[in-house]
Structures are given as C-alpha cells and as structure tokens.
C-alpha cells in the first residue's frame, strides 16, 4: 500500500528561526513529490517536484527531492508567523491519486 | 480570479439526511478529485473524474457516497442517509492533466452529522 510519512508532526520556532520539514514516501510508480500550504482553508500548492537533486525555490522556501534514498525536504529560512500552517506533501505515480501523508504543523511565535 | 469554489462552505445535517456538496473547478481542467479530511489529518482520496469520466472511486467509503460530473464541469458529491463518522471536511481539487500533477484545491465544505 502507498503511503507517505512526515515529519515532525508539529513544531514551534520562533521568527527569524530556520525550519526543515521532512517527507518520506512509498508510491509504486512514483513520478511526482508535491508540497502543499493549507491554513484554515484550502491547501496551496507550493511544489511538484520530478527529478532528484534539483532544488525549487520559491522565496524563502525551498525543496528538494531525493528518489534513491525516497523523501523530499521543505526548508523555510527566516521563518515569520504567516508561515504558520500545516505542511502537507503528497506523492503521485501519474495514473493513480495522490497520497498525502497527515501534514507537520508549523507554529511560529514572535 | 477563477479558483476552484465549493458550496455549501458549512454544512449541518442530521443523522440519516442526505447531502449534496458542489464543486466548481478552474475553466479548462479536465481532472477532478474529491477527497476527505477528517481533523488532524491529511486529505484522503475519495474519488476521480477525467473529463465526465469518474475513473477511480475506490476511496469512498461505502455505497452512501456518490459522486457524478455529468458534463465534464461541475461536480457533486451526495452521501446518502449521513452518519456522524461522515462528518469531515469535504475538498474538491482540480488538475489542468494528468492525476500527478500539481491539484489546486477549493476552499472545502465542513459537513457536521448531528
């Protein structure tokens, strides 16, 4: 059965501070590694990441995924409290649904 | 800005009543899914469409969860005689291709069985 784990579960860092959020995944087939930002509402997408090694960025977050050892981080520098969020990331193979796993729940304090 | 949209954003039913959730999805999108979240955890797949097709329906619970999307556009979810289990957050997500790549989702409808 697919499934994706991450970690941690929650963390709280205060502003300025430097976060790293973990996912690992086994997705047979695997193809795509997606992040998401989802706050009260609907999850935004932040990245699709295909290939190993090649880091997105996108302001002050950044990701990289690594298919031989099978887990992507998500960095976040200079952390402020609208970063706030539970992180999801989910895994694809191209022809059957993601699979996200239960997401890290960022606080960040003043 | 044309997102994906939800309706009923807050829904209350009770026990045994059926409900229908709505979903709009971007212009041009030919995939669309629904999925489950239940508090504290992430989206869990309920079903698929490609175009009016629904390709994949192995995530709905049982056979009180229907989905259809007759015209390829719109969709809607009716889960018949509701039970509290049910209650969850509903999330419609839509993809420009294929089911891997990035989903935007809408705003959600929080369904709360009394």
């Known amino acids: 059965e697919d499934k994706v784990v991450q970690s941690p579960l929650s963390l709280v860092v205060h502003e300025g501070d430097t976060v790293t959020l973990n996912c690992s995944y086994e997705?047979?087939?695997?193809?795509?590694l997606l992040w998401y930002k989802q706050e009260k509402k609907a999850p935004t997408f932040l990245f699709m990441l295909?290939?190993?090694?090649i880091e997105k960025k996108s302001g002050r977050l950044s990701s990289i995924l690594d298919k031989k050892e099978l887990f992507s981080i998500l960095n976040i520098t200079a952390t402020q409290t609208g970063d706030s969020a539970v992180y999801l990331c989910?895994?694809?193979?191209?022809?059957?649904?993601?699979?996200f796993g239960k997401g890290t729940r960022l606080s960040v304090i003043a | 800005g044309a997102g994906v949209s939800q309706s009923p954003r807050y829904k209350v039913a009770k026990r045994g009543q059926d409900v229908a959730l709505r979903c709009d999805p971007i212009?041009?999108?030919?995939?669309l899914f629904w999925y489950q979240q239940a508090l504290g955890q992430g989206p869990e797949f309920l079903t698929y469409?490609?175009?009016?097709?629904?390709?994949?329906k192995s995530g709905l619970p049982s056979d009180r969860f229907f989905a259809e999307r007759p015209e390829g556009s719109v969709s809607t979810l009716k889960i018949q005689r509701t039970q509290q289990e049910d209650s969850a957050v509903y999330l419609c997500?839509?993809?420009?291709?294929?089911?891997?790549?990035?989903?935007?989702f809408g705003p959600g409808t929080r369904l709360t069985v009394t």
């Open positions: 997500a839509s993809s420009p291709r294929q089911v891997a790549y990035e989903q935007y």
């Open positions: 997705v047979t087939n695997f193809r795509s």
């Open positions: 295909t290939s190993s090694g």
């Open positions: 989910a895994g694809g193979s191209g022809n059957t649904p993601l699979v």
């Open positions: 212009s041009g999108h030919v995939s």
């Open positions: 469409f490609q175009n009016e097709a629904q390709l994949d």
